[in-house]
């Protein structure tokens, strides 16, 4: 148990102690040293009793094994779609001709591109489900990871990065906006600013939804918050979100983006259905 207590995240707490064992207390110095020491042991005795497991493949040691991480299927850019992402959609896309965009009730994509990092099956299911649904916030740095390789140099330039918002009901029930936690991740691989520039109204939770009623439910979803005393929004901005599924989702939330001043949205997402 002592070698235990010496390692990790509880040895830099210690450490944290000791430089200032000397000091005189200040206001709110000693709480907050209590509060992070007391949360790191937590974090040790959790993980003695519930040993970090691979949400993949339930192997101890990483919440996201590294051959697992490999065997994901990455979307091959070079043959995806050069507007919506789509894999395999190089030369035909199925999924943003005239007639997918007549169905969904639009004449074009309202976002000038997007790219995925993987396609969305059972493995990366496991990896979005585990952090939405299980509350495993830590894979929100795998998933990032993945989407920063996808996005292109010129993409870099975006006022900033931005995420759909989840609504107050599904923060609440889950603890944290998850959608805004990985765009906040990305953004700080990226080296870009992140905003929180939507605001959501209420509406049915997607998954539960054919493809026709996920573009009805979306519909005025969306709408900008003020960007306080930074003036307007503009120039181009990068929308992030964990899954593609029909993208009714993306342009509802490029719609409000484009009203609100910016004059370009760029999405990328961990996953694509397709």
Partial sequence: ????????????????ERATAGSPPTTGRTPR???ACLAAAGECMAELLWPTRCIVCDAAGQVLCDACARSLRFVDLYRACPRCGAPF??????ECNSYSMRDAGRSRLPFRQCVSAVVFDERSARIVRGRKDNGERRLAHHMALAMARVVPLEWLGCA???SVPSTKAAVRSRGFDHAYELARELAALLGMPCQPVLRTG??????????RQRFANMEGRFAATSPGGQGAWDG???L???VYTTGATLMA??????EAGFSQVRCVTFARVY
């Fill in 1 to 16: 148990m002592g070698d235990v207590v010496k390692t990790g995240v509880c040895n830099t707490a210690g450490a944290a």
């Fill in 33 to 35: 040293m209590r509060h």
């Fill in 89 to 94: 959609g190089r030369l035909v896309c199925t």
């Fill in 160 to 162: 900033c990065v931005t």
């Fill in 202 to 211: 209420q509406g049915f939770d997607q998954r539960a939804l054919a493809r």
């Fill in 236 to 238: 181009c901005v990068l």
């Fill in 240 to 242: 992030a979100d964990d």
């Fill in 253 to 258: 939330a490029s719609d409000a983006l484009l």
